[in-house]
């Protein structure tokens, strides 16, 4: 099961990973319309934000995994080993029920605006509710790699 979850949090941070090199080539094909040839599309800028949404939230879990978020460094280098991780454990657990709530209310959103089939206000008027659906993908993620990484601070 934990071999399978690590094949999810690869393809995730692999699909982040395309989703930057996809908004790279938009940018730069807008920009060579827009100087070269006077005439910018509507549609980059709006698929660009929502690829800034989407890359850091597909991203997430893998970083975690590979504990490559950001850390006061300072303050955990000056802690004793057990205190660190005792402060790793509380950490991760709040963390943990943090991301389990932003999956339950993220997943009645995403629903929510599946049932209205609410549009984005925008030129594309897409559908809200794929766009917003990678935030409860993610922070379930993240809460199961928070799981898993209580569980090995714990030396289990």
């Known amino acids: 099961m934990s071999r399978a979850f690590d094949h999810v949090l690869n393809i995730t941070a692999?699909?982040?990973?395309m989703l930057v090199v996809f908004q790279m080539l938009i940018?730069?094909?807008d920009v060579i319309l827009r100087y070269f040839f006077n005439s910018p599309?509507?549609?980059v800028p709006e698929i660009s934000a929502y690829t800034v949404l989407w890359i850091p939230f597909l991203a997430a879990g893998w970083i975690l995994?590979?504990?490559?978020h950001v850390k006061m460094d300072l303050l955990l280098g000056r802690l004793r080993p057990n205190a660190?991780?005792?402060?790793?454990?509380v950490t991760s657990s709040i963390a943990a029920i943090v991301c389990l709530i932003l999956t339950y209310y993220g997943v009645k959103v995403v629903i929510d605006l599946y049932r209205t089939n609410f549009h984005t206000q925008t030129g594309l008027m897409l559908p809200k509710w794929p766009i917003i659906s990678v935030i409860p993908l993610s922070t379930y993620l993240l809460f199961v790699e928070?799981?898993?990484r209580i569980k090995r601070l714990l030396g289990h």
């Open 65 to 68: 995994r590979r504990d490559g």
């Open 27 to 29: 940018v730069c094909w």
């Open 14 to 17: 692999l699909l982040a990973g």
């Open 146 to 148: 928070q799981l898993r």
């Open 41 to 43: 599309t509507s549609w």
């Open 84 to 89: 660190r991780s005792e402060l790793n454990i």
